[in-house]
């Protein structure tokens, strides 16, 4: 079997397209062929589906190769794809140009495919571990497995990308560079993407997706299948889709994190989004990237103003990793590297629904470069943050920062009021302590949290408050948060 297919994209023509494959034999594998200009190709998804719709291959083209076999013996199957018997019928070759890129294109693209069958040599294959059968259901992910059974902090990332969306790094290196780094998880989070399969390692692995639009990003953790419609919101210009989707993952109770959300061109574009559907934000997102300084301020300001307001939305970081070690934005920021920043989860065990669950109470405090052990007490009771702290009395809390190269600035934030705290330096061990101590009232609503900054004014610490009883809120959407600090 050997068919050539052919597509058109310009403005004018649509983002999706489909073509028809007819296998006149069971294949045990089949092999895709895709050319076409690198600019496009980097902005093309490739899904392959059967007679009934099911996808049996997804990919964002350009960084992971174009040569893809699907294939029934996992070990020569091509990553993004789920490994199956190709059984004899029509089936759907899809391509899916992003918004953005068609919105550019100044002349009309073509892009050639080439199906045939059997196996070509695998540079990158999709890994042992099958997560997600044929009809999209995660039945292959445990989310309760125990990667570690101990009640403790453990550190990750909650925003990495590979080469199955727009990352360069592959799997098996990404695993190896988060396991030097120290990390207990990471977080599959690909590009309207989720993964079908993965490679052996021994980090938690937490199943995840990036919803990409113009409208915004959003990672979404724990999921239980494949989202419908997952085409639609690569073509990217419906916002009835977007919508769509982030509904349907909160309904099956995935926790949604919005990312970057000052980052231009990829802000949080959906002023109207309720409060209410979002359980995470993140604060950190890639230090290195040039257009983050401020950005990753505002975001900041802006989950404070929440905090504020009486909404107990989860602050955490996510590195966006994309590049390989020697790819860095300028000749001074650094790699952007899995774990910078790390976000520090209070869990009773290492497994996917335990992490989440503590999201969910905001047992997390966020880093970078620094180490830092803290204890805060109410009354001798020892808190977490995120914890709510119903009774008056004494709140007293101790740090220890390590790994300290410069001066860092630390402070408290009460009720919004934030405060300097004094710092004890030992820069020949590069170490830095404080202690704080302070009388706590429960006749209101009240919050408090600890952060510290670097000379620059960019946040290397920040821990998730303690609070009491509840308020009213005066906001309830992502754009009357935003107006609160504008």
Not at 79 to 95: D, F, Q, R, S, W
Not at 225 to 237: E, I, M, W
Not at 278 to 283: F, K, N
Not at 456 to 475: L, M, T, W
């Amino acid at each position: 079997m050997k068919k050539e297919l052919k597509y058109t994209f310009s403005r004018e023509a649509a983002a999706i397209q489909k073509q028809q494959l007819l296998l006149n034999d069971d294949e045990d594998a089949i092999t895709i062929s895709v050319e076409g200009k690198p600019s496009i190709l980097a902005s093309v998804d490739l899904f392959v589906k059967d007679s009934v719709d099911n996808v049996l291959f997804h990919r964002q083209l350009g960084t992971g190769g174009n040569v893809i076999t699907i294939a029934n013996d996992i070990r020569r199957a091509s990553n993004g794809a789920i490994p199956c018997m190709l059984t004899k019928g029509v089936y759907t070759i899809e391509l899916v140009l992003w918004h953005d890129a068609r919105s550019h294109l100044l002349h009309t693209a073509r892009v050639d495919v080439v199906c045939e069958s059997g196996c070509a040599g695998q540079a990158d294959p999709c890994g042992t571990v099958v997560w997600m059968d044929r009809r999209g259901k995660l039945s292959g992910y445990d989310p309760d497995h125990m990667k570690r059974n101990h009640t403790g902090w453990y550190k990750g990332d909650f925003h990495c990308h590979t080469v199955l969306s727009d990352g360069h790094e592959r799997l098996s290196n990404q695993m190896a560079k988060a396991d030097l780094m120290g990390l207990d998880f990471y977080s599959a989070t690909e590009h309207n993407l989720v993964p079908a399969t993965w490679v052996e390692t021994d980090l938690l692995v937490i199943c995840g997706t990036e919803i990409t639009t113009i409208y915004g990003h959003a990672n979404a953790f724990g999921l239980k299948k494949r989202p419908d419609n997952l085409d639609r919101v690569c073509a990217g210009d419906s916002r009835e889709a977007f919508l769509d989707i982030l509904g349907q993952l909160h309904a099956g109770r995935s926790v949604i994190s919005i990312n970057h959300p000052f980052l231009v061109p990829w802000q949080w574009a959906c002023p109207d989004y309720p409060l209410d559907k979002v359980d995470c934000l993140e604060i950190i997102n890639d230090p290195t990237y040039p257009n983050n300084h401020e950005a990753n301020q505002k975001a900041v300001r802006l989950i404070d103003a929440m905090w504020n307001d009486g909404w107990q939305i989860c602050g955490i970081g996510g590195s966006d990793t994309h590049a390989l070690l020697h790819e860095w934005y300028t000749p001074e920021s650094g790699p952007s590297i899995v774990g910078d920043p790390t976000t520090h989860v209070y869990s009773e065990g290492l497994s996917q629904n335990k992490i989440l669950e503590a999201l969910r109470k905001c047992h997390v405090f966020v880093t970078r470069y620094i180490e830092v052990n803290f204890c805060m007490r109410e009354n001798g009771r020892e808190v977490l943050p995120g914890d709510a702290m119903p009774e008056p009395g004494t709140f007293e809390a101790v740090f220890r920062f390590d790994n300290v190269r410069e001066p860092i600035h630390l402070f408290v934030i009460r009720d919004g009021v934030r405060e300097s705290l004094r710092l004890e330096f030992d820069f020949e061990y590069r170490r830095a302590t404080a202690s704080y101590r302070v009388s706590w009232s429960t006749d209101a609503y009240h919050w408090m949290r600890f952060g510290a900054e670097d000379e620059k004014g960019d946040c290397i610490f920040y821990a998730n408050p303690v609070y009491c009883c509840e308020r009213e809120h005066q906001f309830d959407t992502f754009g009357a948060a935003i107006d609160e600090i504008a």
